[in-house]
């Protein structure tokens, strides 16, 4: 669904991506991990032409999009929903016109249409009864919820979250990371989550890359992983395992 081949990025003098190649198979989740500042995100925005490679090509369903034109991306970005790290809501905005903009932007739909769709997806993430609420008046973990649900009200075919689960409490981690592997079951999307959380990757990956300073130094299925003798690697199964007991 998505392969990334040889591909490069620098800005200026510093190479942030020295290289890295790596595939996610339909309906697969993979997670990518790295310590802050590794080029997680930079993966993440080369993926949907936010930033483009500076060497190396990107294939999305089948299609290049290294030198796609920005209407060819705005077909990828339908394609693949990024859930971002941080909710971005629309202050002034309520949930449901939250989750309905996106429908209004990109699709033909009726008015009842769209209603449809926007209180399915808000099901999906487990919310219902707070239409009329504005982001201020619901906690950090509903507003992620309720991003969450806007981005998958397009029904994109990949779902690319970054740090899905960064700053939020242990009950909501979990909540979060049970959210993921059902959406992923539930609407077969493939999903690419970058994060830091080792905790959360052993719980729902598929497959696990790790990535360290641009390079991807180890690769494999959550029991490889676990056997893995990278010592970056190590030192991430022993914060998981000391964080998180649930
Ligand atoms: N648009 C940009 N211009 C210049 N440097 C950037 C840009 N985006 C990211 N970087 C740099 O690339 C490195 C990797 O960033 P990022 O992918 O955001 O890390 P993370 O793995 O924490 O998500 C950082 O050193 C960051 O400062
Ligand atoms: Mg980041």
Do not use: W
Not at 70 to 88: N, S, T, Y
Not at 109 to 120: A, F, G
Not at 211 to 225: A, F, M, Y
Request: a negative charge; glycine letters at 8%; one cysteine or more.
């Amino acid at each position: 669904m998505i392969e990334f081949q040889n591909v490069k990025k620098s800005f200026g003098d510093r190479e942030i991506l020295k290289g890295i190649s790596f595939f996610v198979s339909k309906g697969e989740i993979l997670f990518i991990l790295g310590t802050s500042g590794t080029g997680k995100s930079v993966t993440l925005k080369n993926i949907v032409g936010l930033l483009k490679p500076s060497s190396g090509n990107i294939v999305v369903d089948g299609e290049d999009i290294t030198q796609f034109s920005e209407d060819q991306l705005f077909a990828i970005r339908k394609k693949c929903g990024m859930v971002f790290q941080h909710p971005a809501l629309f202050d002034s905005l309520s949930v449901f016109e939250n989750v309905a903009f996106g429908l209004k932007r990109h699709e033909s739909l009726s008015e009842n249409e769209i209603r449809d769709r926007v209180h399915e997806s808000l099901e999906l993430v487990n919310i219902s009864g707070i239409d009329d609420k504005l982001p201020s008046e619901i906690s950090y973990g509903m507003q992620k919820r309720v991003s969450l649900a806007r981005t998958i009200a397009l029904r994109p075919a990949v779902l690319l979250f970054d740090e899905p689960t960064t700053g939020l409490d242990p009950i909501t981690t979990n909540s979060v990371n049970q959210l993921i592997q059902d959406l992923s079951r539930k609407l077969k999307t493939t999903s690419l989550v970058v994060s830091h959380d080792m905790h959360c990757a052993l719980k729902i990956a598929d497959r696990i890359i790790v990535l360290d300073k641009g390079q991807i130094v180890d690769e494999g299925s959550v029991d490889e992983i676990l056997e893995s003798q990278s010592e970056l690697v190590r030192d991430f199964l022993l914060e998981a395992r000391a964080g998180g007991e649930s």
